[in-house]
């Protein structure tokens, strides 16, 4: 009699990640988030072993420390090329991506694949649209200055009534936003200068001997 086949586990729970590069010198990091307790997986090792010196580890937690995400979602990443600090630098700008992505409206997102138990978001970058909103910018005019007498009056506060708390899409923006002013967002273009011809590297020259 042939052996019965083990039962089939239950339905996983259903985890959404988003996806997002990094990129530093010659280095280059995959980044997955998605919600959990803080788990950071760099190319299958915790980011501890992974990276040993202190300021490596506090370029690749800083954008979950400054939208205080430390531990409520998990990071997956491989990276690749480069050294040590190149791809501790990658891993900040994919990480911060991604969260970008997390927290972005529902029309800024597109979906790249779904199953039953995962579904793939990443940025959707539409160029028309990118460009529109460039020209849409324009330049800040000077703030005028306020008087004593043409300062508005506040309006009362109603007596015991709360503030109005903030929606979900104005802490949304402002995580964004932190993630922008902090330069998490910002691709670092500096490079090593590549060697010249008859120097001995990008600027030092021979050594001048007089006799």
């Known amino acids: 009699m042939a052996e019965k086949k083990p039962a089939k586990p239950a339905n996983k729970t259903h985890r959404t990640y988003y996806i997002a590069t990094g990129r530093r010198k010659t280095a280059v990091a995959r980044v997955r988030v998605t919600e959990g307790k803080g788990q950071v997986l760099i190319n299958g090792k915790p980011f501890d ?33 480069g050294g040590i600090t190149g791809q501790a630098g990658a891993v900040s700008q994919g990480l911060a991506r ?11 997102q597109r979906e790249t694949f779904k199953s039953a138990t995962v579904t793939v978001i990443k940025t959707l970058r539409d160029q028309k649209k990118e460009q529109a909103k460039a ?3 324009a330049p800040k005019a000077a703030a005028p200055v306020a008087t004593a007498e043409a300062a508005p009056t506040a309006a009362p506060l109603i007596p015991g ?16 936003k932190k993630l922008r002013d902090s330069g998490y967002l910002t691709r670092d273009a500096r490079m090593k200068e590549r060697k010249k011809y008859g120097l001995r590297g990008a600027r030092r020259g021979t050594q001048f001997s007089k006799r």
């Open 98 to 108: 991604a969260m970008k992505t997390m927290f972005s409206p529902a029309d800024e």
């Open 49 to 81: 072993e992974y990276f040993h010196e202190d300021k490596d580890r506090a370029a690749v937690l800083g954008p979950l420390k400054i939208t205080d995400q430390l531990s409520r979602v998990d990071v997956f990443v491989t990276a690749k090329g």
């Open 135 to 137: 020209k849409a910018i």
């Open 161 to 176: 009534a709360a503030p109005a708390a903030p929606s979900p899409a104005d802490v949304a923006s402002g995580m964004v």
